[in-house]
């Protein structure tokens, strides 16, 4: 089982020395939990790999402490220079020409590097007390909806991994990814920086987002809109009056079973990942969401739902 860690001093210490031994430590970050170990350690990042049940065709993305190491480990364009003045450490992840230090399983064989720096000191710490680059995938099971507690790193890898470290997620959707190699960049993962924010320091095009649908235990429906609250209030009762367990998900207390997150988007997107783990314990038959149509919340959404997403 994962030692739990605090976030002293003396836990981050642990942690470093596990990393050093090759292990594998979960932490969390301002978007969500992260996995990380040694990213130059090739036999660490295959063990990340196997505990997350991820395809090695699916690349890592790296974390440093420090802008400076970026020069270390890829080709620093000038856009690059101009996101990361505004946006490191934050939740942005840059996609550059990687150089040969990284070791290829991290990249899945490309020759490009995503790289970020987290705005969360644990990860910050973790990476300038190893001295060296970590990486910072998300410590959730393949397929699942990323983990935002320690709790949930443990009920998806907790007999898996080393370490997990207590602490807080603030935004709780992942990092936005910009690939820098391409003109003009392109934008492949909407997220916690909006496209219109890079905007301002790039010219970008946003590529469709690939719909990889979460596995989620019961149904999950979505309906976003200006009636959205009155339409999942509606649909719940209509279930439910058929039979049907229901777990609503919602801005406000609209249903007998819901988990509320809030009014404001920050606490929104802040909860909803965690939400629905906890609408998965309660065994519903469905699983009602009132969605806000934010481009990274709603692209979360799209991946909780699939089809059955619906406008009010
Ligand atoms: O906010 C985040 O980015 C979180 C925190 C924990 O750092 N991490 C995260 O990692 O979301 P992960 O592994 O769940 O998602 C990383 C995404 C994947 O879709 C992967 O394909 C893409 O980043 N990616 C990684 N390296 C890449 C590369 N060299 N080129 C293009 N895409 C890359
Ligand atoms: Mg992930």
Known sequence: MAKVLDGSTDGVKRAVEILKEGGLVAFPTETVYGLGCDALDENAVRRVFEVKKRPLSKPLIVGVSEIDEVYKIAEVTGEAERLMKEFFPGPLTIVLRKKLVIPSIVTAGMNKVAVRMPDHEIPLKLAKK???????????????PSPTTYKHVLEDLGNEIDAVIVGECSFGIESTIVDLTVRPARVLRTGAVKVNELRKSIDVVVEPQKDEIYTISSPVYVFVGERAEERVREFA??????????????RRKIFENTIILGESIEKYSSKLFSAVREA?????????????????????????????????
């Open 237 to 250: 009762e209509r279930m439910a009056e058929r039979g049907m367990k229901v777990a609503v998900i919602a």
């Open 130 to 144: 190893l001295g060296r680059p970590i990486v910072v995938p998300s410590a959730n099971k393949t397929g699942k």
């Open 280 to 312: 998965e314990l309660l065994r519903p038959d469905l699983i009602v969401i009132e969605g806000i149509e934010e481009e990274g919340i709603m692209d979360r959404l799209r991946r909780l739902a699939g089809e059955k997403i619906f406008r009010a």
